[in-house]
């Protein structure tokens, strides 16, 4: 890892399991066995730290879509969704941190913090519009498009969930579900969530 890599890293651990305020930059700093002012080489703030940080739980994603988007043969918006939900479940249960855990500090609201929350928007946004197209066609109310963003993100959640063969399933039955919840019958989940995964495999074991 770079010496950027390693604080965050260091960072990770500590917000998440002593706190963010509870955390300082020179714990972070000792704890990468560097001195306080190199750490400001790297990062300014604590804050900056964290926007960092979170920031790694919207980016991948964010990434991903371009790549859903020029699929071929072209994705319907059902297989979209349950792709780009799938890939984001597992982004948000992979990482060595729940980092997802850090959304609910209340330290978020700062000015600093604005690049995560506008990547984070960008995110929901794009789940939003796909979510509106499905419940075009099924009829299902419109108010049930705002909710595949809100089951994914509630995985954090589950990232404590030990057996990792167990964890690992659970973003492809969270995408199922996003699916149920837009008026998607159970016998029409099984080839959207085949063409979904051989979208998201393609994608993670593609070099680079």
């Not at 703030?45 to 879509?65: H, N, R």
């Not at 837009?182 to 959207?192: R, S």
Request: aromatic share 8%; glycine share 6%.
């Amino acid at each position: 890892m770079t010496a950027r890599e390693e604080i965050l890293d260091a960072a990770g651990e500590l917000f998440t399991t002593l706190g963010y305020a509870g955390t300082s930059t020179r714990t972070i700093a000792e704890s990468v066995g560097i001195r306080q002012a190199s750490l400001y080489h790297y990062f300014k703030t604590k804050d900056d730290i964290l926007c960092a940080l979170l920031s790694q739980t919207v980016s991948p994603t964010l990434a991903f879509i371009p790549t859903l988007l020029g699929a071929q043969p072209a994705l319907t918006a059902a297989e979209h969704l349950h792709a780009l939900a799938a890939f984001d479940g597992d982004q948000l249960l992979s990482g060595r941190w729940n980092l997802g855990a850090l959304y609910l500090l209340p330290e978020l609201r700062g000015a600093r913090l604005e690049p995560f929350w506008s990547d984070r928007e960008r995110l929901r946004l794009h789940y939003l519009a796909l979510s509106r197209a499905v419940v075009e066609q099924t009829g299902v109310h419109e108010a049930a498009a705002d909710l595949p963003f809100r089951l994914v993100e509630s995985l954090v959640n589950m990232w404590s969930v030990p057996a990792r063969a167990q964890r690992d399933e659970l973003p492809f039955h969270v995408a199922d579900a996003c699916l149920r919840v837009l008026g998607i019958p159970d016998n029409a989940t099984d080839a959207v969530r085949a063409r979904s995964s051989a979208e998201v495999t393609r994608y993670t074991r593609s070099p680079g």
